[in-house]
């Protein structure tokens, strides 16, 4: 029989997964605001918003299920990676999906990007205790 690792969750977990969201989805949407005065973006309107704000919630919230399933290795090394690298795939395909739904044939916003970030910042609150 085997024994579930230890894991180290983070107090508070939601909390700060909702804080990451909100985070990430405040980074785009000043990086999106500032890109339509200095790039030429479109200019970001109220449903652009909350689909980022949608997508990135979502993204940490994939993020945390998947940190629940493998934790986070308490030590830096070839785990890590190949657990980014699992990760991301699913990450870019579901963001794929939704940037599709979301923005229809004529996307103006890199949704699955957003959500693959989040997915990533979220997955880090779950740490395996080495042993």
């Given at each position: 029989?085997?024994?579930?690792?230890?894991?180290?969750?983070?107090?508070?977990?939601?909390?700060?997964?909702?804080?990451t969201g909100v985070g990430v989805a405040l980074?785009?949407?000043?990086?999106?605001?500032?890109?339509?005065?200095?790039?030429?973006?479109?200019?970001?309107?109220?449903?652009?918003?909350?689909?980022?704000?949608?997508?990135?919630?979502?993204?940490?919230?994939?993020?945390?299920?998947?940190?629940?399933?493998?934790?986070?290795?308490?030590?830096?090394?070839?785990?890590r990676i190949v657990r980014v690298f699992l990760?991301?795939?699913?990450?870019?395909?579901?963001?794929?999906?939704?940037?599709?739904?979301?923005?229809?044939?004529?996307?103006?916003?890199?949704?699955?990007?957003?959500?693959?970030?989040?997915?990533?910042?979220?997955?880090?609150?779950i740490v395996r205790v080495e042993t």
């Amino acid at each position: 029989m085997t024994e579930k690792p230890e894991v180290l969750v983070a107090p508070n977990l939601w909390l700060k997964a909702l804080r990451t969201g909100v985070g990430v989805a405040l980074f785009f949407f000043l990086f999106y605001i500032v890109g339509h005065y200095l790039w030429q973006f479109p200019f970001p309107e109220p449903m652009d918003l909350f689909q980022i704000l949608l997508v990135s919630l979502g993204g940490v919230l994939l993020g945390v299920a998947f940190s629940r399933v493998w934790p986070l290795p308490p030590r830096p090394g070839f785990e890590r990676i190949v657990r980014v690298f699992l990760l991301m795939i699913p990450a870019l395909g579901i963001g794929l999906a939704l940037h599709v739904w979301l923005q229809g044939p004529r996307p103006e916003r890199a949704l699955y990007l957003v959500f693959a970030l989040a997915a990533w910042l979220g997955s880090g609150y779950i740490v395996r205790v080495e042993t």
